[in-house]
């Protein structure tokens, strides 16, 4: 049975100077074990490592090296690639003739380059400048290009892009360890709902997934399923809710063509349909639900729906970016 993710819970403020190391002690004298190897792959790709320290933190071994331009890469599970975003960017840094923000990065899996899991925006403005080479924080554990999305605030998501992430890392999961259970990864993928979504936009780019997200959210949880069955249920309830999709489209669609316009005619049909509004207490099953909305869309009467009940709709656009 899915069990519910524990609540994420702030760490409490801790007593000034009380953790982690003093600057002194952050001075590491010698690369060890993995640490090393990252610094032998730095000089392979033709870098250089110009700086080693322990983070005051936790006293993890940090590589500060420049890498050629072309020994880095985004991680292949991250948010799409920002047009906009990049070029401000480049613009900002071309004017200030200085590249001070380095990129963190990670050795890749096959072990002849590195990537990067949040600098992906700034590699792409270094590289609009021709740049040669680029400064980067180098970690030796391959797991934290997972963990570090999470801290990633370079460029607020929107759903779209956190649900494609999340399914981006899952699928990246699914390659390096499939056996283990889906909860045991809910600091990398936050909700179920995310890996849901994140299949209908794989299937229909333009999906309106923030109409349908609420309700996902209160009815999916992480399994304690491996993750190689439990992308298997994602993937039967993404096509459910891509099936539902469609019937509604046809109902928004025709409530287009009798002059009713909104830019939240989705959300209004899908609250609707929604039985939950009316449902105390424990809730069926999501698989149900979408059946019965389903059977709902089909129906929906669009002769009845007057412009004046579009009046207090709300919710996300109809489509997303």
Sequence with gaps: MAKRAPARRRPRKAKPGTKGLTAGECR?????????????LVEKTGGCVVGIYKEPLGAHPVLLAILPIGAIEPTPFQRDLSDAHHKRLADVINRTGRFLDPVIAVVAPNGAGFWTPNGRHRLEAMRRLGAKSIAALIV??????????????????????????????????????????????????????????????????????????????????LSDEPLRAAIKLHEKRAAMVLDLEEKVAAAVKKL??????????????????????????????????????????????????????????????????
């Design 256 to 321: 287009k063509e009798r002059g009713l316009v909104s830019p939240y005619l989705r959300a209004f049909v899908v609250a609707r349909i929604n039985p939950l509004r009316w449902i105390k207490g424990e809730p069926p099953p999501l698989e149900e639900v979408l059946k019965t909305m389903r059977d709902r869309a089909a129906k929906f009467n669009t002769e009845k729906i007057k412009p004046q009940d579009l009046a207090g709709a709300a919710g996300p656009p109809d489509e997303e970016p």
């Design 140 to 221: 030796a554990e391959p797991e934290v290009a997972w963990q570090i999305l999470a801290l990633n605030t370079e460029k607020a998501h929107n759903l779209k892009e956190k649900s494609l992430e999340v399914i981006r890392i899952y699928r990246g999961l699914l390659e390096d360890d499939s056996s283990r259970p889906e909860s045991q990864f809910a600091f990398y993928l936050d909700e179920a709902a995310f890996v849901t979504l994140g299949v209908c936009y794989e299937r229909l780019p333009r999906f309106g997934g923030g109409a349908y997200h609420p309700i996902l959210r209160r009815l999916e949880t």
């Design 28 to 40: 590491l004298e010698k690369l060890e074990g993995p640490a090393s190897s990252a610094s032998d």
